[in-house]
């Protein structure tokens, strides 16, 4: 609560009737005081001056007694100023400084010897000077007078109370006035904030706001209408694109909904339909070479021989194709993944079905990634069939997995002993049907690699491979970090 009271939250008329106010007020301040100061200065120039006249004519007055030191003569001359109720003390000295006569004031007090010079001027609550009684230009005697100020002090202190009470009537009526004006400047900049906000909470581009006059403020109140009307007909665009790219959206899903069951019709034709005359190709060829062996020579052998291995070459295209639709269009099951483990798994199933090579595979521990562990095991299991095959002509064979964990990812490597590749071919490793060694030397169907690519981008990662010359090949599988991002995105693709 105490910030709202911080100037940052006032109002803008308030900032602004404060700030007309601040500097009147420090205007008539100012005035004020500037003519207390200068009256209190005229006023003490007219009292000295007075008393300075009063001075001169006493002691022309006093100049023959003094010469013939007539005290009685001096004293009567000294009476006449029992008038002045603020002479407090008068002494006039001879020429030897002894006083000749005195008038003394209520506070009494002796007249101050001149062994000393007293001190002259405003000192004090009094005026004090001392002028030197001269005859023909002869000095015969010293006049010494004392004047109280509070003539002086009462007429300043009437002076100060009239000046601030006038200048606290004018800074009332310029509250007024500045309370009435300054509408002017905050009226115009209050209907800007206003209609701001009804903008940006209610998102209604057609309010304006009233243009007041053609100064700055008028120029602001148009600029600021031209923009909202800009606006409105950018929005009334994107609403107008967002509905037409909607309807584009509905046909366009429509349009895959029903590739999609054409493509399942497809599958079906394929793992069926194509399956059944492959299989009876491969069924009379065997009933052909167990029943017809001794017909046939060598070259006819060797052509039924060729004959059973393309069939089962196509059965094997036909299982990679289905594979790959498979993975691109199941949903996805995303969960934390235990990937050593499933790793652990396929090395034990290809240990225990294909060739007898010596195998020493290491595999990091507790490597988890967030994925669908189905996909996850169709690609993995590709990648370690694909070293296993290319390891097969080894005298040992050498698989190393290993996980590289980033702030925002963690990078798979599996790294082999195997043949490898050049890598001037690599772009082409993860293109269906590419292969970068020919069947005599190496078995597959060219749909291994790229099904991994399609695992790994479906799960919002990337594959890529290097061969150093000679020394086998290392694939790099990169996942995101289980965190927001990535695993927002496989929610989603879960979900489609």
């Known amino acids: 609560m105490r910030e709202h009271w911080r100037w940052q ?29 200068v009256e209190n200065r005229t006023y003490e120039a007219q009292l000295e001056s007075e008393l300075h006249v009063i001075a001169d004519i006493l002691a022309e007055q006093s100049a023959a007694a003094l010469l013939f030191e007539d005290s ?38 002796p007249c101050p010897s001149l062994d000393v010079e007293p001190a002259v001027g405003f000192v004090g609550d009094y005026y004090r000077l001392l002028e030197p009684v001269t005859l023909d230009g002869d000095i015969v005697g010293q006049f010494y007078l004392m004047s109280r100020l ?3 002090r009462e007429h300043i ?35 800007l904030s206003r209609a701001a906000y009804r903008i940006s909470h209610e998102h209604d581009y057609s ?53 999609n069951r054409e493509l ?8 069926h339909d194509l399956r059944q005359p492959l299989r009876a190709i491969e069924g009379f060829g065997q009933a052909l070479e167990e029943d017809c062996r001794d017909q046939l020579d060598d070259t006819g052998l060797d052509y039924l021989a060729r004959i059973r291995a393309a069939t089962v070459r196509m059965g094997s295209l036909i299982d990679g194709m289905l594979v790959l639709s498979r993975v691109s269009r199941q949903a996805m099951e995303v969960e934390q ?37 189905r996909m996850l095991r169709i690609a993995f299991q590709n990648l370690l069939e694909n070293a296993w095959k290319y390891t097969s002509k080894n005298e040992k064979r050498t698989i190393d997995v290993s996980a590289c964990e980033e702030r925002n990812s963690i990078t798979i490597a599996l790294k082999d002993n195997g043949v490898g590749f050049d890598m001037k071919y ?44 000679d020394s086998g090949a290392c694939f790099y599988v990169e996942f995101p970090r289980s965190e927001r991002g990535a695993e927002s995105g496989l929610q989603q693709q879960a979900t489609r």
């Open 9 to 37: 939250y006032w109002p803008l008329r308030t900032k602004l009737l404060l700030l007309t106010v601040s500097i009147s007020t420090l205007g008539i301040l100012l005035v004020c005081t500037s003519l207390v100061v």
């Open 72 to 109: 009685q003569q001096i004293k009567t001359i000294l009476s006449s100023l029992n008038q002045i109720e603020t002479i407090e003390q008068v002494c006039v000295y001879n020429v030897s400084g002894d006083v000749m006569s005195a008038l003394n004031g209520t506070g009494y007090e």
């Open 150 to 152: 509070e003539v002086l």
């Open 157 to 191: 202190w009437t002076f100060i109370v009239i000046s601030f009470s006038v200048g606290i009537g004018i800074l009332v009526l310029l509250i007024w006035v500045a309370s009435r004006l300054q509408r002017l400047i905050s009226e115009p900049i209050v209907e």
């Open 207 to 259: 309010i304006r706001v009233p243009v007041y006059g053609k100064d700055e403020l008028g120029r602001l109140g148009g600029a600021f209408n031209e923009m909202i009307g800009t606006i409105q007909q950018q929005n009334q665009k994107i609403l107008q694109s967002k509905d037409d790219l909607e309807r584009t959206v509905a046909e366009r899903t429509s349009e895959l909904s029903l590739a």
């Open 264 to 271: 399942e019709a497809f599958s079906f034709s394929v793992s």
């Open 337 to 373: 993944v235990d990937l050593s483990a499933m790793l652990a798994e396929i090395v034990q199933e290809l240990q225990d079905t294909t060739d007898t090579v010596p195998s020493e595979v290491t595999i990091q521990p507790d490597m988890q990634v967030v994925g669908d562990e």
């Open 426 to 469: 690599v772009d082409k490793l993860f293109v269906a049907f590419n292969r970068l060694h020919t069947p005599a030397q190496f078995s597959g169907t060219g749909l291994g690699l790229a099904t991994v690519d399609r695992v790994v981008r479906r799960h919002f990662g990337r594959v890529f491979a290097e061969s150093p010359i």
